[in-house]
């Protein structure tokens, strides 16, 4: 969906599942091909010799290509589900994650659950432009994929850091940084592998840690983007909801939460409002089969 600045201030809460489609390797491509096999998740190398603007879509070469079919205006805001669904993913659905992109060219992901990056790596966008994410929590899925972005975006052409910005926990090891920093020792192996036989600059972290407890507070300031925290209501304490501001436009995005005080003030005023939704507990007893103790603590 695309926002002009012109748009009414009237907010749009979404309750989707979107799959992405199929995608081929067409016969005369050799970029992005081994073997003759397509390669998912090939993009340009940000020092190749094309140049890839980051908001005129259709002078980009692609196989295929159904959602961000449209270049994007200075002045447009444009969001992408890449993930709505549950811990237990599908092919058809991947995990939360939301890419907004903004017609300065800045883009950002927010959540990167398990699957989506599929998704992401499906829409063909340079990996330099995609090196901004802010995690809500830090169930898996809702940071599940953030090591195949790591990983398989400096593979495929990012040579900067990927940036992350997550809250902190009642405890350190129940935060953003510890999470991360172990992320990235369980990746030693992978990381020792690729030592010296590839463009090194894009496996480097920079993790920006906040206090899970601040109340519409800027986390981020840059380039004419601000994007705010306040607290969530999920699981235990540590979990985060998001606004995005630019040209007169405003996003907020909930990540997993209870229904609160924070969320209801927030997001009045926003063009795009994304609040997660759930299956309802007499569902999760019926259809799934889960006990009732069960339902109402998952549910709920």
């Known amino acids: 969906?695309?926002?002009?600045?012109?748009?009414p201030k009237k907010p749009i809460c979404f309750i989707a599942g979107i799959a992405f489609g199929a995608w081929m390797s067409s016969p005369g491509d050799t970029q992005g091909t081994w073997n003759g096999f397509g390669l998912v998740g090939a993009a340009y190398a940000q020092e190749s010799d094309v140049e890839v603007s980051p908001t005129m879509v259709r002078d980009?070469?692609?196989?295929v290509y159904y959602p961000n079919s449209e270049d994007l205006a200075e002045d447009e805001m444009r969001v992408i589900a890449c993930g709505t669904g549950m811990p237990t993913t599908r092919a058809a659905q991947a995990a939360a994650c939301f890419l907004v992109e903004l017609g300065n060219g800045?883009?950002?992901l927010f959540d990167i659950g398990s699957g989506s990056a599929e998704r992401i790596s499906s829409l063909q966008i340079p990996y330099n432009y995609l090196n901004k994410v802010f995690i809500g929590h830090?169930?898996?899925?809702?940071?599940?994929?953030?090591?195949d972005l790591f990983i398989g975006g400096?593979?495929?052409?990012?040579n900067v850091p990927l940036r992350v910005w997550g809250p902190s926990g009642p405890a350190p090891e129940l935060g953003t940084a510890y999470a991360l920093e172990h992320m990235q020792k369980m990746l030693t192996w992978d990381l020792a592998g690729r030592a010296g036989n590839v463009d090194f600059r894009g496996y480097s972290m920079e993790v920006n840690e906040f206090d899970y407890k601040l109340e519409n507070?800027?986390?981020?300031e840059e380039n004419g983007v601000i994007?705010?925290?306040?607290?969530?209501?999920?699981s235990i304490d540590g979990a985060v909801s998001y606004s995005l501001e630019w040209n007169d436009l405003k996003f907020v995005f909930s990540s997993d939460t209870y229904p609160n005080k924070w969320f209801k003030e927030y997001a009045k005023d926003a063009d795009i409002a994304i609040h997660e939704c759930f299956?309802?507990?007499p569902d999760l007893v019926n259809k799934m089969k889960f006990t009732p103790e069960s339902a109402l603590l998952v549910g709920t």
């Open 227 to 234: 994007i705010r925290t306040f607290p969530a209501i999920h």
């Open 106 to 108: 800045d883009k950002f």
């Open 217 to 220: 507070e800027p986390v981020y």
């Open 154 to 158: 400096a593979l495929m052409g990012r």
């Open 279 to 281: 299956i309802a507990v």
């Open 60 to 63: 980009r070469h692609r196989d």
């Open 138 to 147: 830090l169930h898996t899925d809702h940071f599940g994929a953030l090591h």
């Open 1 to 7: 969906m695309r926002l002009p600045r012109s748009f």
